[in-house]
């Protein structure tokens, strides 16, 4: 008895000729969904949201939920990264934004939800040094005649602070007012940087005789103005005082700040100054002036990188990147993604590990693997620790065994170049698939997980898209045009499939006469209008289309072109004999097997 069965269908392996790849295996699966184990179509994409027509063309797309509400926010490039503010309990909601080549913006949750123009990562220190006019001497009996420096920063209302100005020094009596003035804000790009208000800071010498930078007052700027309009102080009881309306504050009598602009009468003792303890902090570097992307640490540090040059920001203030923590390797960086606590860094040349849990104690493995990433956007991360981008040679898996090439025994290199276009790869992941897109249309499935569906095909009208993963859901995101769809919509029909079976080839010629076809009845009686890649092939109203093949060698011939709508058992025509059959199966339903044999009584055996 000679019989054909298919059941447990899988996707194609192109390193292997037609005629020796599994009984299970395709030569073509487009659209197809193997999981299972049946073949079932792709869902459609559903549409999740369309920018309007006003708002600029975006190439990608970032989804946030937020408050039980949705918020959609574009992205220049498909190239650019946004990532979400590494540290615990952010209330502003930051997310860290970078398009390749240019300087990190930070958008709140508020301009998410409100609009707004971001703002950019980053403080600049102020140009300037204060201009300090000492209390003068008295000659009294007891007068402590002290000398002093004071510098001044800029802070964000987000409690960001630049870098000092330069300092001042001057000479006076230490229990008598010092007016400090010139302290302006005055940097490029002013309403990009969100400064709310200054930090004036002064020398206080111990008795050790070390001399530090104490904080004297924090002086409200007044938003867009360039000049001091306001002032804090805390007063030698500890409360604090608020200059609002013009007015002098007194403290037992005392000036202790004034309101002309851009000025600041100082009569803090030193006791109180370090009984305060705020000295100028020491995080204040600014990021450099144009990276090539942008990743959020778990360690609480953001990792960003400029052709070759790693950098990182410190923990917990990722406005403030120390040159210290600076690498450089030896060829340029396409992208980085995360592998547990590491990162993983895919060069032009061999990938490399990126590990330590504080940024001052990054160090970088080299895998000794010449495997150049071809396009950034095809580096996908599979937690909890594997990376996936495509190489001159297939996909390359990095996890904690190392690097290697895992469709190595799914196809040849020629095969992936020509058929698969790895330099145009946008990917994403969709449980435990690797999506991609390679063109207009066109794309393909890989799952690192199951050898058994091999690489599936992908057709869509939805021409070229850039993809992204949504951070609520974890949902894969196709944007074309303006418009954001969720792809492999579980709300929507599926699209219809398309698989082709292996040649089975027999030692001599025979007539497969009988065969039956098992597909989902109850989704084919409400079937709805073909509407996507393969019309031509399946006219609506139609569950299943198979047609079969056959011929001596490999001269195959159509024998049989059967529409179905149901389950349903058959005869192909008789009176034909051949050494080699082939079966391809067009349907918009789930199909489960297909068997066949040369009479319907072996068939009832099968």
């Given at each position: 008895m000679t019989a054909i069965v298919?059941?447990?269908?899988?996707?194609?392996?192109?390193i292997t000729g037609d005629r020796l790849i599994p009984d299970n295996a395709a030569t073509v699966a487009v659209n197809t969904d193997v999981l299972s184990g049946e073949l079932r179509g792709i869902h459609a994409p559903g549409a999740l949201y369309t920018f309007q027509s006003s708002?600029?063309?975006?190439k990608k797309v970032a989804h946030f939920d937020y408050n039980g509400q949705s918020y959609w926010f574009g992205l220049n490039t498909p190239d650019s990264d946004i990532v979400r503010s590494p540290l615990a309990n952010d209330a502003y909601g930051r997310y860290y934004m970078v398009d390749p080549g240019t300087l990190p913006r930070l958008i709140t949750q508020d301009i998410v939800q409100n609009g707004g123009t971001p703002f950019l990562l980053g403080v600049p220190a102020p140009t300037g040094a204060p201009v300090i006019t000492p209390a003068a001497e008295t000659g009294a009996t007891g007068e402590i005649v002290t000398t002093r420096a004071y510098c001044y920063t800029y802070v964000t209302a987000f409690g960001e602070e630049s870098a000092p100005s330069l300092t001042s020094e001057a000479t006076g009596d230490?229990?008598?007012a010092w007016t400090v003035s010139g302290?302006?804000?005055?940097?490029?790009n002013l309403a990009l940087r969100n400064i709310t208000s200054i930090n004036l800071y002064r020398t206080v010498t111990g008795s050790d005789g070390s001399t530090a930078f104490y904080l004297v007052g924090n002086i409200i700027t007044g938003g867009a103005t360039t000049m001091v309009t306001e002032a804090l102080l805390n007063d030698s009881d500890g409360t604090q005082l608020t200059d609002f309306d013009g007015v002098s504050l007194q403290d037992n009598g005392q000036i202790v700040s004034t309101t002309t602009p851009g000025t600041y009468t100082d009569i803090a003792s030193d006791t109180l100054l370090t009984n305060n303890d705020i000295a100028l902090p020491s995080t204040y570097w600014l990021p450099p002036l144009a990276m090539d992307g942008l990743i959020s640490n778990p360690g609480g540090f953001l990792i960003g990188w400029s052709g070759r040059n790693i950098y990182a920001s410190a923990v917990g203030f990722p406005h403030a990147w120390p040159y210290s923590y600076a690498l450089a390797l030896e060829s340029n960086i396409i992208g980085m993604a995360l592998s547990g606590t590491n990162v993983i860094v895919m060069t032009e040349t061999t990938p490399r590990q990126l590990s330590g849990t504080t940024p001052d104690s990054l160090a970088i493995y080299d895998y000794g693997m010449n495997e150049p990433c071809q396009s950034k956007g095809s580096i996908v991360a599979f937690p909890p620790a594997a990376v996936l981008y495509a190489s001159q040679n297939g996909l390359v898996t990095v996890d904690w065994i190392g690097a290697h090439i895992s469709t190595s025994q799914l196809m040849e290199r020629d095969v992936w170049i020509t058929e698969y276009n790895p330099t145009q790869i946008q990917a994403v992941r969709q449980g435990t698939k690797y999506v991609a897109f390679n063109g207009a249309g066109t794309g393909f499935i890989f799952d690192n997980q199951s050898p058994r569906i091999g690489f599936i095909d992908t057709a869509t009208a939805l021409g070229a898209p850039n993809v992204s993963v949504d951070y609520g859901s974890g949902d894969a995101i196709v944007f074309v045009g303006n418009t954001a769809y969720r792809w492999n919509d579980v709300t929507q029909p599926q699209t219809p499939w398309?698989?082709?079976?292996?040649?089975?080839?027999?030692?001599?010629?025979?007539?497969?006469?009988a065969w039956r076809v098992e597909i989902d009845d109850t989704a084919a009686a409400a079937l709805p209008p073909v509407n996507a890649i393969e019309d031509s092939l399946l006219p609506d109203g139609v569950a299943l289309r198979m047609r079969a093949y056959a011929g001596m060698g490999s001269a195959l011939t159509l024998i049989a072109d059967i529409s179905l709508n149901v389950t349903t058992t058959g005869r192909f025509p008789s009176g034909f004999k051949a050494d080699t059959w082939q079966f391809e199966f067009i349907g918009q339903v789930s199909m489960r097997s297909f068997k066949s044999a040369e009479t319907s009584r072996e068939l009832d055996k099968v």
């Open positions: 298919i059941r447990d269908f899988g996707g194609r392996v192109p708002s600029p063309t975006y230490a229990a008598g302290m302006v804000v005055a940097v490029d398309r698989w082709m079976s292996k040649q089975f080839q027999f030692p001599s010629p025979l007539n497969i006469g």
